[in-house]
């Protein structure tokens, strides 16, 4: 793409919604944080901080109390990569505080494969759409340009099963973007880290996403930070298992699905997404 075409491109995203549901987070510039699990004092307090699942879509049981689900999470990006951290409320953790029960539409659940599934667990899912641009109602293509990754609290492609972690997410009938999602995950362009809580109601998830390849915001060309806004498509997803016979009726068993944009059945679709204005501004001091 020429310069000139792109530079257009990028302001015009600046005035474009970027999804349809009426839902943004703004990020700006702060210092670079660690990805240990433990949300450091000061760490995060140049973030943008957000709350869930009060006001969040439900896929499944609708969520009505805190202490049964419930987030904190933040929101920035340095030099070279975005950031997030959640600090998640649950009261059941699934394969610590109960066993490892698999669902009955698959058996496989747990394998690391394109037949498992990575959101079968105590989870949160991120979704993005570098591009801003839909054309109907596609989901996410699974490349730079638009995605759907996972982080579960007890599985992950690193650490294998009981360790949690990034997971391939979805569309992975595709096997290019299986490939693209693994690709990220074994180079550490994604990473993120899930750790239980020391009072064991809950987890903390710390994820980094690096601009290059993961936010490609026009074809070749990568998100970098500079003088002008620039909005892309955001979801966030948190599931939530428990004991089965508290998901009984719900596909899979699930218990709680509570999603930040989008209607129920149709919250993977891109145009569904709400935005993440990631805003203009200087390095932090050091």
């Not at 973007?177 to 020391?198: D, F, L, T």
């Not at 074809?219 to 508290?246: C, H, S």
């Amino acid at each position: 793409m020429p310069r000139l075409a792109l530079i257009f491109v990028l302001t015009l995203s600046a005035f474009v919604e970027a999804g349809e549901w009426p839902r943004e987070l703004k990020a700006s510039r702060g210092k670079t944080p660690v990805l240990d699990g433990v949300l450091s004092p000061g760490e995060w307090s140049d973030a943008t901080a957000f709350e869930g699942t009060k006001g969040w879509a439900a896929q499944f049981s609708p969520t009505t109390d805190a202490r049964d689900l419930s987030l904190k999470g933040w929101v920035k990006y340095d030099g070279e990569r975005l950031y997030f951290a959640f600090d998640v409320t649950d009261d059941v953790l699934y394969g610590i505080d109960t066993d490892r029960w698999l669902p009955d539409e698959n058996p496989r659940a747990h394998e690391l494969s394109r037949q498992g599934w990575p959101w079968f667990g105590d989870e949160m899912e991120l979704l993005i759409n570098a591009t801003n641009h839909w054309d109907g109602d596609e989901e996410a293509r699974g490349d730079g340009q638009s995605w759907q990754m996972v982080c579960n609290l007890t599985k992950s492609r690193l650490g294998g099963i009981g360790v949690g972690g990034l997971l391939e997410g979805e569309p992975r009938v595709k096997e290019s973007a299986w490939n693209h999602y693994q690709q990220w995950i074994e180079s550490g362009a994604m990473q993120a880290v899930a750790k239980r809580k020391p009072d064991g109601k809950g987890y903390i998830i710390e994820w980094s996403i690096a601009f290059n390849p993961c936010l490609e915001i026009a074809p070749g060309w990568f998100f970098k930070p500079d003088d002008k806004e620039v909005v892309m498509g955001l979801n966030i997803a948190i599931g939530d298992l428990d004991e089965k016979a508290r998901g009984h009726g719900n596909f899979g068993s699930f218990h709680h699905e509570d999603w930040f944009a989008g209607e129920k059945d149709k919250r993977t679709q891109v145009r569904q997404w709400g935005r993440l204005r990631l805003l203009p501004g200087l390095p932090p001091e050091k």
